[in-house]
């Protein structure tokens, strides 16, 4: 028998896996847009949010990556419920239960600065971008904890060829979205939005630098970065920018959102390094969700073989 | 009011109560209700709980003169005991789940880390005034030198609150909470230290009691 593929079904046409898990929530609010027509008001509006959500969805993923570490996988779980999103909450419960109010399609990307192409491309593009591969990346937080995920993604140079960058791109800077309306716990974190991250342009063009748009065979969840984030594993995962809205390259160095709140404690490079501590706490060890002993820290976080000669020549300890 | 603050029901129920975080902890550990990193949650849930019956403790004077219920200091020690008490499973949550005992880099922690110096230093100073909790040591010390013993806690207080404000990313909203709280309990001891209100009842040197919860 012969299974076909859907063909080309883009996200908006998939029942949301929020909404059929929601469904009393969806009928309540079904029944509140009906009360609401009633009271004259815009319909559309209140429609619009809860078939715009998604999370869940399957990805058509093509193939594994030779990249991909052969560790064992955090589950899905862990992945979901303890998260650093602090647009939706300091503590890691929280982004599971308030990025709910993130709208994540219609979505688009500015890509923009020393492009030649400069383009707005919208998560249906990018999906199409290239072939979506599964990449089992280690990703260590700068708290000292880590954790073991299936990605789903592609080379970010693949974006990068694409948009055709001038002589004068040197780095590539990230932003995250922020609305205050659908991020309200984000006035108790204590930063100034949007969250802004960068990377060197060669960093960015390394192919482990992932833009990833699905972990676990799905779509990412809001908590994770929804509908497109970066993925860098050799470095601390606050590197690694969620939600993007805008990628814009340029000839200087961008500022980033944790180096500007406190540039002591964390830098533009934040490669995970086992020898240069945090002023807090110890970088040496961490611990992997899901185990009881820490572990040892590896150096690039286990990915020196690739990433290990973009710093050459360059003082780490100095450069952190 | 008076005979219900004195009843030993009361104390027990309010004993129970203290214990309720304790138990609520337990039973988020039977549950998978210890997020991803029960380690992390269990440290910084008793250290949370550490400061708050910190401030408890020191809120019980406050009250007894704000609202004239002198008798509320039959609670005060047992509140001061339940912060040694989280204060030690956050101390053992340290040194057991996260260090695993290992003493020279637990050292080197207190040594190079402030916020773990302060934290360390805040449990301390909270041993000898546990040791010191009891009738006959108030009787051996004398109610004057007791007393002074145990403004230790103002210290402690302080540290405690320092050591979560250093030990945060950016979310100071929190320890900033504490410190306000904080603030107003030492501030209020202050002022009525210079300005004694002479309607409110002086305040007792505790005395020893026989009977001891």
């Given at each position: 028998?012969?299974?076909?593929?859907?063909?080309?079904?883009?996200?908006a046409?998939?029942?949301?896996?929020?909404?059929?898990?929601?469904?009393?929530?969806?009928?309540?609010?079904?029944?509140?847009?009906?009360?609401?027509a009633?009271?004259?008001?815009?319909?559309?509006?209140?429609?619009?949010?809860?078939?715009?959500?998604?999370?869940?969805?399957?990805?058509?993923?093509?193939?594994?990556?030779?990249s991909?570490?052969?560790?064992?996988?955090?589950?899905?779980?862990?992945?979901?419920?303890?998260?650093?999103?602090?647009?939706?909450?300091?503590?890691?419960?929280?982004?599971?239960?308030?990025?709910?109010?993130?709208?994540?399609?219609?979505?688009?990307?500015?890509?923009?600065?020393?492009?030649?192409?400069?383009?707005?491309?919208?998560?249906?593009?990018?999906?199409?971008?290239?072939?979506?591969?599964?990449?089992?990346?280690?990703?260590?937080?700068?708290?000292?904890?880590s954790?073991?995920?299936?990605?789903?993604?592609?080379?970010?140079?693949?974006?990068?060829?694409?948009?055709?960058?001038?002589?004068?791109?040197?780095?590539?800077?990230?932003?995250?979205?922020?609305?205050?309306?659908?991020?309200?716990?984000?006035?108790?974190?204590?930063?100034?939005?949007?969250?802004?991250?960068?990377?060197?342009?060669?960093?960015?063009?390394?192919?482990?630098?992932?833009?990833?748009?699905?972990?676990?065979?799905?779509?990412?969840?809001?908590?994770?970065?929804?509908?497109?984030?970066?993925?860098?594993?050799?470095?601390?995962?606050?590197?690694?920018?969620?939600?993007?809205?805008?990628?814009?390259?340029?000839?200087?160095?961008?500022?980033?959102?944790?180096?500007?709140?406190?540039?002591?404690?964390?830098?533009?490079?934040?490669?995970?390094?086992?020898?240069?501590?945090?002023?807090?706490?110890?970088?040496?060890?961490?611990?992997?969700?899901?185990?009881?002993?820490?572990?040892?820290?590896?150096?690039?976080?286990?990915?020196?073989?690739?990433?290990?000669?973009?710093?050459?020549?360059?003082?780490?300890?100095?450069?952190? | 009011?008076?005979?219900?603050?004195?009843?030993?029901?009361?104390?027990?129920?309010?004993?129970?109560i203290?214990?309720?975080?304790?138990?609520?902890?337990?039973?988020?550990?039977?549950?998978?209700?210890?997020?991803?990193?029960?380690?992390?949650?269990?440290?910084?849930?008793?250290?949370?709980?550490?400061?708050?019956?910190?401030?408890?403790?020191?809120?019980?004077?406050?009250?007894?003169?704000?609202?004239?219920?002198?008798d509320?200091?039959?609670?005060r020690?047992?509140?001061?005991?339940?912060?040694?008490?989280?204060?030690?499973?956050h101390?053992?949550?340290?040194?057991?789940?996260?260090?695993?005992?290992?003493?020279?880099?637990?050292?080197?922690?207190?040594?190079?880390?402030?916020?773990?110096?302060?934290?360390?230093?805040?449990?301390?100073?909270?041993?000898?005034?546990?040791?010191?909790?009891?009738?006959?040591?108030?009787?051996?010390?004398?109610?004057?030198?007791?007393?002074?013993?145990?403004?230790?806690?103002?210290?402690?207080?302080?540290?405690?609150?320092?050591?979560?404000?250093?030990?945060?990313?950016?979310?100071?909203?929190?320890?900033l909470?504490?410190?306000?709280?904080l603030?107003?309990?030492?501030?209020?001891?202050?002022?009525?230290?210079?300005?004694?209100?002479?309607?409110?009842?002086?305040?007792?040197?505790?005395?020893?009691?026989?009977?001891?919860?």
């Open positions: 028998m012969l299974i076909r593929k859907t063909p080309d079904l883009t996200y046409d998939v029942t949301p896996k929020s909404v059929y898990l929601n469904r009393r929530k969806f009928l309540r609010n079904t029944g509140l847009v009906g009360a609401a009633f009271a004259g008001r815009g319909l559309w509006e209140l429609v619009s949010p809860a078939s715009h959500v998604y999370a869940g969805t399957k990805l058509n993923v093509v193939s594994k990556s030779p991909s570490t052969t560790e064992k996988q955090n589950t899905y779980d862990d992945v979901t419920h303890y998260n650093n999103y602090y647009e939706f909450g300091v503590d890691k419960t929280e982004p599971a239960k308030n990025a709910g109010s993130l709208k994540t399609y219609p979505w688009s990307v500015s890509v923009e600065g020393e492009v030649k192409k400069p383009r707005k491309i919208s998560i249906d593009e990018i999906l199409k971008m290239a072939p979506l591969e599964e990449r089992i990346y280690r990703h260590r937080c700068v708290e000292a904890w954790i073991v995920v299936p990605w789903i993604g592609f080379s970010f140079s693949e974006l990068i060829k694409q948009v055709e960058p001038t002589p004068q791109a040197k780095y590539v800077a990230f932003e995250t979205f922020f609305d205050r309306q659908q991020m309200p716990q984000a006035k108790y974190a204590g930063i100034d939005f949007p969250y802004v991250e960068g990377l060197r342009l060669d960093e960015a063009m390394n192919p482990l630098t992932l833009l990833c748009v699905g972990m676990y065979g799905e779509t990412l969840p809001n908590q994770d970065g929804a509908p497109v984030r970066m993925v860098i594993p050799w470095k601390y995962g606050f590197k690694s920018a969620k939600s993007l809205v805008k990628i814009r390259f340029q000839k200087d160095l961008p500022p980033t959102t944790w180096n500007r709140l406190a540039s002591n404690e964390y830098g533009f490079y934040a490669n995970v390094n086992p020898h240069v501590d945090h002023p807090r706490w110890t970088q040496a060890k961490e611990r992997r969700l899901g185990e009881f002993f820490k572990r040892e820290t590896l150096m690039f976080n286990g990915y020196s073989d690739q990433v290990a000669s973009l710093y050459n020549g360059m003082d780490l300890k100095k450069y952190y | 009011m008076r005979k219900l603050l004195l009843s030993n029901w009361t104390k027990a129920g309010v004993f129970l203290c214990l309720l975080p304790f138990a609520v902890l337990g039973w988020r550990a039977l549950h998978h209700g210890l997020t991803a990193n029960p380690i992390e949650f269990i440290t910084h849930a008793t250290g949370d709980w550490t400061l708050r019956f910190i401030l408890v403790t020191l809120s019980v004077t406050p009250f007894r003169k704000l609202l004239g219920l002198p509320l200091i039959r609670f020690r047992m509140f001061g005991l339940f912060a040694f008490f989280y204060g030690c499973l101390f053992t949550t340290y040194i057991w789940l996260d260090k695993f005992f290992d003493l020279k880099e637990v050292w080197k922690d207190i040594d190079k880390r402030p916020y773990i110096t302060l934290g360390f230093l805040a449990f301390v100073l909270m041993i000898p005034l546990a040791i010191t909790s009891t009738a006959g040591w108030i009787r051996r010390l004398g109610g004057r030198q007791w007393q002074v013993l145990h403004r230790l806690i103002y210290l402690t207080a302080i540290a405690g609150v320092v050591h979560y404000y250093w030990l945060v990313k950016s979310a100071i909203i929190r320890p909470t504490y410190a306000a709280i603030t107003v309990l030492l501030l209020w001891r202050i002022a009525s230290k210079f300005w004694p209100r002479p309607s409110a009842p002086a305040a007792i040197p505790p005395q020893p009691r026989k009977i001891q919860a």
